[in-house]
Nanobody, 123 residues
Framework: QVQLVESGGGLVQAGGSLKLSCAASGGTIRNYPVGWFRQVPGKEREFVGSITYADGTYYADSVKGRFTISRDNARITVYLQMNSLKPEDTAVYFC?????????????????WGQGTQVTVSS
């Protein structure tokens, strides 16, 4: 069974950058869409962006032009490069594999969630 582990979170000042990683083990994600979501306490999990099996990318309007999703050549790790970070980007960031449905933005269409990594952006 696929297991995903996120890493790379931390504390950064507004305007700074972070690169998150989502590493897969126990199975392959090379031919599956992978999504990034984020969540703050008391709020629903929010779609950030996704990369399709053909490496097409889609982003939430709130991060478009600032965040970039990519895969490594071995297609084992998916990255989320975050630039021009804002305090409102503060959240726990999760990656997951899309396994059902057609909507990329719907968390229910994803499985094999990682444990998340905290991103905190100070003003």
């Amino acid at each position: 069974q696929v297991q995903l582990v996120e890493s790379g979170g931390g504390l950064v000042q507004a305007g700074g950058s972070l690169k998150l990683s989502c590493a897969a083990s126990g199975g392959t994600i090379r031919n599956y869409p992978v999504g990034w979501f984020r969540q703050v306490p008391g709020k629903e999990r929010e779609f950030v962006g996704s990369i399709t099996y053909a490496d097409g990318t889609y982003y939430a309007d709130s991060v478009k032009g600032r965040f970039t999703i990519s895969r490594d050549n071995a297609r084992i790790t998916v990255y989320l490069q975050m630039n021009s970070l804002k305090p409102e980007d503060t959240a726990v960031y999760f990656c997951a594999v899309k396994v059902r449905g057609s909507r990329l933005t719907l968390p229910l269409n994803y499985d094999y969630w990682g444990q998340g990594t905290q991103v905190t952006v100070s003003s």
